[in-house]
Nanobody, 127 residues
C-alpha cells in the first residue's frame, strides 16, 4: 500500500514558477513509476509528466515539454514537478499517482495504469 500527498500548489502570475512535491509513505516506493496528471474545471484529467522507478526515464505531455521537469529522490520517497514559465492554461488540480509495473511510454501516459493517487493540489495561474 502506498499513500501519496501532494503539496506546493498555489496562486502564481503567468511566467512564474512553482514546484510541486509528491511525498509517499509505504514500502518499496522506489519500485513504483510515478506520474503527474491534472484536471481543469469542466475538463477530463490529462497526463502531464511521468518518471520511471529508477528516474532514468521521463515523459512529458507536449503542452508542458521544455517548461516542466519531473524528478525523484527515492531516499526521501518524494517526486517533484518543477513548473516554469507557467501559463493560465496550466491552471488545474494536479495529482500524483504511483503504479507498477509501468514500462512503456504509452503506459506511462495512461491514468488507468496507476494504482495509487493523491488528493490533489490546486495550481492557479493568473494572467
Amino acid at each position: 500500500q502506498v499513500q501519496l500527498v501532494e503539496s506546493g500548489g498555489g496562486l502564481v502570475q503567468a511566467g512564474g514558477s512553482l514546484r510541486l512535491s509528491c511525498a509517499a509513505s509505504g514500502r518499496s516506493f522506489g519500485s513504483y513509476a510515478v506520474g503527474w496528471f491534472r484536471q481543469a474545471p469542466g475538463k477530463e484529467r490529462e497526463f502531464v509528466a511521468a518518471i520511471s522507478w529508477s528516474g532514468s526515464n521521463t515523459y512529458y505531455a507536449d503542452s508542458v515539454k521544455g517548461r516542466f521537469t519531473i524528478s525523484r529522490d527515492n531516499a526521501k520517497n518524494t517526486v517533484y514537478l518543477q513548473m516554469n514559465s507557467l501559463k493560465p492554461e496550466d491552471t488545474a488540480v494536479y495529482y500524483c499517482a504511483a503504479g507498477k509495473p509501468i514500462i512503456t511510454a504509452q503506459a506511462m501516459r495512461s491514468s488507468n495504469r496507476y494504482d495509487y493517487w493523491g488528493q490533489g493540489t490546486q495550481v492557479t495561474v493568473s494572467s
